[in-house]
């Protein structure tokens, strides 16, 4: 059965660093594009980041870049993502997902998904 687990949101204050974690079962984060989505109610699920450890090729939303980092252990088959300089627009429900090798921050293109973990930045 293919799983993914986030963890490690929280409440931080703004400036503040967190590092989310999702954790695959099922299938190795090696055969798959692994994305982070946010999303705050009444919004669309927006792309983060993403990376392809094929390649080592990764993305980033411009809202996100040079704050956020993306990354993959192989060996414990867990991909992270290191937040730096929180904003209080980071606030949101964050999920990691698998997808196919062309997925890049499309939300469509993604197969599986966890089942999010919030992160609340205060000002």
């Known amino acids: 059965e293919v799983q993914l687990v986030e963890s490690g949101g929280g409440l931080v204050q703004a400036g503040e660093s967190l590092r989310l974690s999702c954790a695959a079962s099922g299938f190795t984060v090696d055969d798959y594009v692994i994305g982070w989505f946010r999303q705050v109610p009444g919004k669309e699920r927006e792309g983060v980041s993403c990376?392809?450890?094929?390649?080592?090729?990764?993305h980033y939303a411009d809202s996100v870049k040079g704050r956020f980092t993306i990354s993959t252990d192989n060996a414990k088959n867990t991909a992270y993502l290191q937040m730096n300089s929180l904003k209080p627009e980071d606030t949101a429900t964050y999920y990691c997902?698998?997808?196919?090798?062309?997925?890049?921050?499309?939300?469509?293109?993604?197969?599986?998904w966890g089942q999010g973990t919030q992160v609340t930045v205060s000002s």
């Open positions: 997902a698998a997808g196919g090798p062309l997925a890049r921050l499309r939300t469509y293109a993604y197969d599986y």
């Open positions: 990376i392809s450890s094929s390649d080592g090729s990764t």
